[in-house]
């Protein structure tokens, strides 16, 4: 597959934060009804991210039949809302709460609908705020894969960030 997306080559080498989730352990979630992770949303993605033993992330996802776009395959921004949110996730590692400013995704293979989803998403480096994250996704077979996705993302200050919209929010 050929990204248009390429990091920086002078990106800086990361650690884990000491207080990072541990590895196998499941992260957390954003918040209950957070469309990715959320346990309170009927029509979420209720993704369960797992740290890994560097800084990286897994996840799994059944493709069920409301994820539905082309028949018996998965609507293609029901994935990238998947690797939005894997790869969201992953700079939690190194205590970098983050928003999405680039999400590139090439779809290699159709998915089909009662399979299950296998990510995995890796930080790459980071250039002041910008985080630069990889991803995949296979099927049970890791070197078959079926899509990947490129991102870039900003550190943020939680509070400032979401500050105008908190009190606003919806729940379902």
């Avoid at 970098?96 to 293979?109: C, I, R, S």
């Amino acid at each position: 597959m050929k990204h248009a997306f390429v990091p920086p080559a002078d990106l800086e080498p990361l650690v884990r934060h000491p207080k990072a989730t541990g590895p196998g352990q499941h992260i957390g979630l954003h918040h209950s009804t957070c469309f990715g992770c959320g346990d309170d949303t009927p029509l979420g993605l209720h993704l369960k991210v797992i740290a890994g033993d560097d800084l990286s992330v897994t996840a799994q996802m059944p493709v069920v039949d409301w994820m539905q776009g082309g028949p018996g395959v998965i609507h293609g921004g029901v994935l990238s809302a998947a690797f939005d949110e894997v790869t969201g996730t992953a700079p939690l590692l190194i205590g970098a709460p983050v928003v999405t400013v680039h999400l590139e995704v090439d779809f290699a293979k159709p998915i089909p609908l009662g399979s299950t989803l296998h990510f995995e998403a890796r930080i790459l480096g980071k250039q002041g705020r910008k985080i630069y994250l990889a991803a995949s996704a296979h099927l049970g077979d890791p070197e078959q894969i079926v899509a990947s996705a490129h991102a870039l993302f900003v550190t943020i200050d939680v509070q400032k960030h979401f500050a105008e919209h908190y009190d606003k929010r919806v729940i379902l």
